[in-house]
């Protein structure tokens, strides 16, 4: 029984189950945030929620990569050595530190936030790179490997995009808190919660065709 590769494995059919399951619990949160029939209080109960359960998928973005390379390294799928294997999870789980001490912080300092969005460009910009010269030939790795890099990157894309498409939510919410809700203030959170869900469908879309790539394994 090859006990290290079927963990890996395990842990890496993990990953879409924690991805899907957090984004889906975060997504019906949403509804209660935008509710303007509900309390502020249990608006911003819903907000709490949604907050804490969003960490499972962006726990599962962030070890995706990991998993899956170590897993591709047991399997032979890739020629790296065991020591690049060790470097790349110790990296990726002082990222996933990183990621959660700026949740645990409410947003975190500063600093930590810059680096944390810092470490998304870079490595968002390392999977694009890998998946194209995987797809032409520059680097080799399977044919699904290169596509699976590929939407791992726009994963990533979409969730800086997602980030991005919250910041008007804070206004918003920071209003109700201080004044009560009011129809300039629900419209935003309406209007925000509706461009964030396009990104997050999206997102579960390229998750599920990962998965599916990851079991068929198209040469």
Known sequence: MDFGGSLLTFLHILIPIYWLGGDLGAFYGSTFMTDPKRSVAER???LKILNNIDMAPR???ILSFPTGFALA????WIDVSGVAVAVVVVAFLIWLALAWAVHLQHGGGSGIKKLDI???YVVLAGLAYGGTMGLTGGLPIPFFMAIKLCILAVCVALGLLVRRQLVPLFGAIRTMIATGPTPESDAVIAAVNAKARISVLTIWGLVLLASFLGIARPA
Request: hydrophobic share 70%; glycine share 8%; no cysteine.
């Open 44 to 46: 911003l109960m819903a």
């Open 59 to 61: 726990t599962a973005l």
């Open 73 to 76: 390294w047991a399997k032979g």
């Open 118 to 120: 810092a470490i998304r």
